[in-house]
C-alpha cells in the first residue's frame, strides 16, 4: 500500500531522516516510536508530500509518488493528522467535519452554508462522529471545545477523506489517561481494511494496536519487529529508558 524506499532528507548539515525503508501492507497498523526529535514528523511530511525527499522514494499503491504534491496523494487515498491541531476555530465540529467532506469529494474547497444541506456529506459527518465519539459534540464550536475534543476532531478530518491509509502524528499527545483510553478504543474500531501508521509515545496503546513496529533514532531505522519483539528488545529498552516519553 504505502512504501518507503531510501528514503533521506537533510536541512544544511542536518541529517534528520537517513536511509528509511519500510512497506506497508493492505489494512497493517503500523507504529512508530522514537524519541523526540528522532524524525518521525519528518518521516510523515515526505510521505505525505509536504516535504522533498534528498534522496529517495516513496510508492502509493505501487506508483511512484515521490514527486506528486500532497493533493494528488489525498486524492489517491492517503490521508494525516497533524501531532498539534489544524483546526478552524470559528467554526463547529461540524462544520469542520463537512469542510473536510467538501473538499475531498470535490463539492467545495471553503465552508458555506448550504455545504450542510448536502445529504452526501450530512451522511458521512453523522458516520466519522460516531467512529471518533463526537455525535454529542458536532455543535460545539472548536474555539470553545475542550482539548481532548479536538484531538478526536483531528483524527475525524482525516477520516472524513475516507482515506485507505491514515497516518497519525501522536494522536494522544497531551490528553489524560481517560482519552488515551478512548482513543484506544477507536482504533479498534476502525475499519480492518484502513491501512494505518501512527506515531504514539503511549506504550501501551502502541504495542497492543500495532500490527508491526518501527523505531526510529536520530534518523533512523534502528528497530522493525512484533509487539512481542518490541517488548524484549534491549535496544528499545535502552531507547526507551533515554526518555521518549517526555512529552506533555
Ligand atoms: N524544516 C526544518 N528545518 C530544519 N530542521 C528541522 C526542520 N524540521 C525538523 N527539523 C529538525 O529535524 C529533527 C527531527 O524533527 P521531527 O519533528 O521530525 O522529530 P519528531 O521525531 O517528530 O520529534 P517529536 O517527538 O518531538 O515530535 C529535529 O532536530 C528538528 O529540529
Ligand atoms: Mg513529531
Not at 519500510?22 to 518521516?43: D, H, M, Q, W, Y
Not at 504514539?200 to 500495532?210: F, S, W
Request: charged share 25%; with cysteine.
Amino acid at each position: 500500500m504505502l512504501e518507503a524506499l531510501g528514503l533521506c532528507k537533510t536541512f544544511g548539515a542536518l541529517r534528520v531522516t537517513n536511509d528509511v525503508s519500510f512497506s506497508l501492507e493492505k489494512g497493517e497498523r503500523r507504529v512508530i516510536l522514537g524519541p523526540n526529535g528522532a524524525g518521525k514528523t519528518t518521516l510523515f511530511n515526505l510521505l505525505v508530500g509536504e516535504l522533498e525527499p534528498t534522496a529517495g522514494t516513496v510508492q502509493l499503491n505501487g506508483d511512484d509518488v515521490t514527486r506528486a504534491g500532497v493533493e494528488a496523494r489525498a486524492q489517491m487515498g492517503l490521508a494525516r493528522s497533524y501531532q498539534k491541531n489544524n483546526l478552524f476555530d470559528q467554526l463547529t465540529v461540524r462544520e469542520n467535519l463537512a469542510l473536510a467532506v467538501a473538499t475531498a469529494t470535490g463539492k467545495s474547497a471553503w465552508f458555506r452554508k448550504d455545504t450542510l444541506k448536502d445529504a452526501e456529506i450530512n451522511r458521512i459527518i453523522v458516520d466519522v462522529a460516531a467512529q471518533v465519539a463526537l455525535s454529542d459534540h458536532l455543535d460545539l464550536a472548536v474555539e470553545s471545545a475542550p482539548y481532548g475534543v479536538r484531538r478526536q476532531l483531528e483524527v475525524g478530518l482525516a477520516l472524513a477523506t475516507g482515506p485507505s491509509v491514515l497516518l497519525m502524528d501522536e494522536p494522544t499527545s497531551g490528553v489524560g489517561p481517560e482519552m488515551i483510553k478512548a482513543f484506544h478504543t477507536l482504533l479498534k474500531t476502525l475499519p480492518e481494511n484502513l491501512t494505518m501508521l501512527i506515531i504514539e509515545h503511549d506504550m501501551d496503546l502502541a504495542l497492543d494496536v500495532a500490527d508491526r513496529v518501527t523505531v526510529l533514532n536520530y534518523g533512523e531505522v534502528v528497530f522493525e519487529g512484533t509487539p512481542d519483539e518490541t517488548r524484549s528488545s534491549p535496544l528499545v529498552e535502552e531507547i526507551y529508558l533515554g526518555g521518549w516519553d517526555s512529552h506533555a
